[in-house]
T-cell receptor, first 113, second 111 residues
């Protein structure tokens, strides 16, 4: 079956703009988590959605937000972009919410100029 | 954010050598996962562990869920050049729904 898909794969934006990233989970997966990955900070957890509700949240400012649709697809939005937001944004999905195995998408590479 | 202690941070080895890396946590975990990530790509799941003491293999890779439930180990036997990448561990416990990630082990294989 198809894996986790993320669109777009690459994005270039300028400071102050906003961006929306999309994640489509593996069929049957209802939990979607978002991560930011940078060389200096590693993998940082942003938030997790399950059944259209945000269930976990990391330590990121309110400029980072997300949502999940009834088909489990999720979007992540970053408003008022800053240079430090340049990163690889990864989503990972799992079947339910517990200790299920989590699978990653290929990521969206965001560059803020 | 919270992270696991993963060691070593990096390894340079000769092709054909065996590799060992480990992760330790201050918390007890119910699930351990091991991933490999190549540049510009998302992490790919290698092995999943669900029970203390469990030993699971995937080809030349073998991972173990530590008996204390606070650590996990990954071994790669007879390394080859395509093993190059960053290896991450991740753990979670029931009730939190969130995976905690190690800082990664960067592996380079010299032919």
């Amino acid at each position: 079956k198809a894996g986790v898909t993320q669109t777009p794969r690459y994005l270039i934006k300028t400071r102050g703009q906003q961006v929306t990233l999309s994640c489509s989970p593996i069929s049957g997966h209802r939990s979607v988590s978002w991560y930011q990955q940078t060389p200096g900070q590693g993998l940082q957890f942003l938030f997790e959605y399950f059944s259209e509700t945000q269930r976990n949240k990391g330590n990121f400012p309110g400029r980072f937000s997300g949502r999940q649709f009834s088909n489990s697809r999720s979007e992540m939005n970053v408003s008022t972009l800053e240079l430090g937001d340049s990163a690889l944004y990864l989503c990972a999905t799992k079947r339910t919410g517990g200790t299920d195995t989590q699978y990653f998408g290929p990521g969206t590479r965001l560059t803020v100029l | 954010g919270q992270q696991l202690n993963q060691s070593p941070q990096s390894m340079f080895i000769q092709e054909g050598e065996d590799v060992s890396m480990n992760c330790t946590s201050s918390s007890i975990f119910n699930t351990w996962l091991w991933y490999k990530q190549e540049p510009g790509e998302g992490p790919v799941l290698l092995i999943a562990l669900y029970k203390a003491g469990e030993l699971t293999s995937n080809g030349r890779l073998t991972a173990q869920f530590g008996i204390t439930r606070k650590d996990s180990f990954l071994n790669i036997s007879a390394s080859i050049p395509s093993d190059v990448g960053i290896y991450f561990c991740a753990g979670t416990t029931s009730g939190t729904y969130k995976y905690i990630f190690g800082t990664g082990t960067r592996l380079k294989v010299l032919a």
